[in-house]
T-cell receptor
Framework: GAGVSQSPSNKVTEKGKDVELRCDPI?????LYWYRQSLGQGLEFLIY????????KSGLPSDRFSAERTGGSVSTLTIQRTQQEDSAVYLC????????????FGSGTQLSVL | QKEVEQNSGPLSVPEGAIASLNCTYS??????FFWYRQYSGKSPELIMS????GDKEDGRFTAQLNKASQYVSLLIRDSQPSDSATYLC??????????FGSGTRLQVQP
């Protein structure tokens, strides 16, 4: 596609429910990143994929968070048993060949846990 | 200590002035540095990258890097109201993903 696509754009869920967030990177980009941003805060790194493997998942805040990437393309971030502190904008980014020269960000998923 | 530190601001400058945004980093292994601009409600976009000590100029923007002092800055000349945004500093080290600071909010007053 023309850019990084994320869905849904907004997700409201109840505490304790599981959610899945999807990211479709730019075609041909091998690296994919998940960050989250709380209101008025910077970007908090979650996990990084190179192809289908995750060389760095040090940012996942707890074992309730997991992510996978299939076919070197689409990635899904899953949050189990959501908590109110999980509320944030979840941003996905991709880059060509894993280079850090330029990350292209999607529009994000605004997650609200009630 | 955060790996990338920025003053949250807001930094307020009059239109036409020079805006100076600063960033320090703690990882001496960091090799690459980036400035991203994020308008309210939007996603970040890359505006400058710098890899070696000294200055790098691109239009009205100049990035400065001092690895000995672990300091990165961004100068915006002839600031315009459209430059009003949050500016995020980021560093890259080895195979690690980009580490972002919390951003500095810039307000350019007409």
């Amino acid at each position: 596609g023309a850019g990084v696509s994320q869905s849904p754009s907004n997700k409201v869920t109840e505490k304790g429910k599981d959610v899945e967030l999807r990211c479709d990177p730019i075609s041909g980009h091998t690296a994919l990143y998940w960050y989250r941003q709380s209101l008025g805060q910077g970007l908090e790194f979650l996990i990084y994929f190179q192809g289908n493997s995750a060389p760095d998942k040090s940012g996942l805040p707890s074992d309730r968070f997991s992510a996978e990437r299939t076919g070197g393309s689409v990635s899904t971030l899953t949050i189990q048993r959501t908590q109110q502190e999980d509320s944030a904008v979840y941003l996905c980014a991709s880059s060509l060949d894993g280079g850090k020269e330029k990350l292209f960000f999607g529009s994000g998923t605004q997650l609200s846990v009630l | 200590q955060k790996e990338v530190e920025q003053n949250s601001g807001p930094l307020s400058v009059p239109e036409g002035a020079i805006a100076s945004l600063n960033c320090t980093y703690s990882d001496r292994g960091s090799q690459s540095f980036f400035w991203y601009r994020q308008y309210s409600g939007k996603s970040p976009e890359l505006i400058m990258s710098i890899y070696s000590n000294g200055d790098k100029e691109d239009g009205r923007f100049t990035a400065q890097l001092n690895k000995a002092s672990q300091y990165v800055s961004l100068l915006i000349r002839d600031s315009q109201p459209s430059d009003s945004a949050t500016y995020l500093c980021a560093s890259a080290s080895g195979r690690r993903a980009l580490t972002f600071g919390s951003g500095t909010r810039l307000q350019v007053q007409p």
